[in-house]
């Protein structure tokens, strides 16, 4: 992913599964096209292939299984989202916690397959936890804010510029982003002047009246002027 960054988490809302997600995605195409803006999207699974075919934009798994492919009925692999087109994954997203070994054997297959991984954490200690394995992103998410209306970088900025200081003092080669409430430009360029390299978010854009809009102002957070 070019930085800095907007991921946009598709979730797994009622709005932007099916037909709908592809058109998200077509929104979230033609912002980063008009802006210059790096976004990134993270779909829903069943919609992975089809998006990361028909749009050039870097293209997300919300999570995968750290198995082997085999008879792993109802199991995502890490080869199943690589097929399917994406270039990074999320993991240990709040809404969908691994085990600490998962999640490191989870991480050492992204970093064999060239896949960049995301991984989320709750709370500091968790950042400095999930920094010790690697990955390329680390994303702070505190999960009393996620889905909300406030901004982590405006009801804890402090939680922001911690886990930058923990993760960059762990291995300064990982990236920090932040989410949860993150809904302006304003919030963006917060999460920008507060150490990070971007923002994941989700009921901004996909529950957006507008998402276009919404969108379109998001990206101008990423720019000075
Ligand atoms: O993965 C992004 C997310 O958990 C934040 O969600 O709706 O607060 O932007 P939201």
Request: aromatic share 2%; hydrophobic share 45%; net charge negative.
């Amino acid at each position: 992913m070019r930085l800095p960054v907007i991921i946009v988490n598709f979730k797994a809302y009622p709005e932007v599964l099916g037909h709908a997600g592809i058109e998200l995605a077509r929104t979230c195409s033609k912002v980063a096209e008009a802006t210059g803006a790096s976004i990134a999207i993270a779909p829903a699974m069943p919609d992975l292939a089809k998006i990361a075919g028909d749009f050039n934009l870097p293209v997300l798994s919300q999570h995968f299984d750290p198995v082997l492919p085999g008879s792993k009925t109802g199991w995502t692999p890490l080869m199943a989202v690589e097929e399917a087109g994406a270039v990074g994954t999320l993991l240990n997203h709040s809404e969908r916690k691994m085990r600490l070994s998962d999640l490191k054997l989870a991480v050492q297959m992204c970093g064999e397959a060239g896949i960049e991984a995301v991984v989320c954490a709750d709370t500091i200690d968790e950042a400095k936890k999930v920094a010790r394995l690697h990955p390329e992103y680390v994303a702070i998410e505190p999960p009393d804010l996620i889905g909300g209306d406030i901004s982590i970088t405006t009801a804890k900025p402090e939680i922001v510029t911690d886990a930058v200081e923990a993760v960059r003092k762990v291995d300064s080669e990982i990236g920090v982003l932040c989410g949860a409430g993150v809904k302006s430009r304003e919030d963006v360029r917060k999460a920008l002047e507060l150490g990070t390299v971007g923002v994941l978010l989700a009921s901004g854009v996909v529950k957006a009246h507008d998402p276009h809009k919404a969108l379109l102002d998001l990206a101008k957070g990423l720019t000075r002027s």
